[in-house]
């Protein structure tokens, strides 16, 4: 079992839908959590960090549930500039500085 | 701040030549590390830093070697490309807010073919 999974997709979505993505992690002393978003041939780009219970940024929200081991991302109102990959990323316990990467999921957001 | 910066862009290499991809970045920060992504795996883990001086293995570091001598520069060396090492390598960096935060910032990316 991959130590951090994802539902590669893709989803496709109309404009003005609301999307929710799901992260499954394995390792239960895992302290902080991240989304990237990564556009096609580009570098991944922090878009929420979740230490507590949950982040919430204008039409994003991340939460995150110990007990189930998985962080969630609610994107509301998608716009066609939403269309990329989102990965997420758990850091251990320990000060290693090293996260590890689920193989993203992939959304297309139509007209 | 020019953030994470990486070198070449783009690399053709034959199976058997060895080559640096460089890394560097202009933060200060503290935790430095290699990834690869390959078409459906996400981003694999190849090598760590967490200061100058101290490296260690991720998840695929065979034919792969990393030094840390300054806290700017984490080049990674591959001994003998492989075709299976074609791939786009990332090189991202980190630090320590004081608490469990470890929000890393990646440079733009090195896509390397093998022949």
């Known amino acids: 079992r991959k130590e951090v999974e994802q539902d590669p997709g893709p989803f496709n979505v109309p404009e003005g839908a609301t999307v929710a993505f799901n992260c499954t992690y394995s390792?239960?002393?895992?302290?902080?959590f991240f989304w990237y978003r990564q556009d096609c041939r580009k570098e991944p780009k922090l878009l929420m960090s979740?230490?507590?219970s949950g982040n919430e940024d204008g039409r994003f929200t991340a939460q995150l549930n110990r007990a189930s081991q998985y962080i969630s991302l609610l994107i509301r109102d998608s716009k066609l500039s939403d269309s990329a990959t989102y990965l997420c990323?758990?850091?251990?316990?320990?000060?290693?500085?090293?996260?590890?990467f689920g193989q993203g999921t992939t959304l297309q957001v139509k007209p | 701040n020019a953030g994470v910066t990486q070198t070449p862009k783009f690399q053709v290499l034959k199976t058997g030549q060895s080559m640096t991809l460089q890394c560097a970045q202009d933060m200060n920060h503290e935790y430095m590390s290699w990834y690869r992504q390959d078409p459906g795996m996400g981003l694999r883990l190849i090598h760590y830093?967490?200061?100058?001086?101290?490296?260690d293995q991720g998840e695929v570091p065979n034919g792969y070697n990393v030094s840390r001598s300054t806290t700017e520069d984490f080049p990674l060396r591959l001994l003998s490309a492989a075709p299976s090492q074609t791939s786009v390598y990332f090189c991202a960096s980190s630090y320590s807010q004081g608490g469990p935060s470890y929000e890393q910032y990646f440079g733009p990316g090195t896509r390397l073919t093998v022949t």
């Open positions: 390792n239960s002393a895992s302290q902080s």
């Open positions: 830093s967490v200061g100058a001086g101290i490296t």
């Open positions: 979740v230490y507590s």
């Open positions: 990323a758990t850091h251990g316990s320990g000060n290693t500085g090293k996260l590890i």
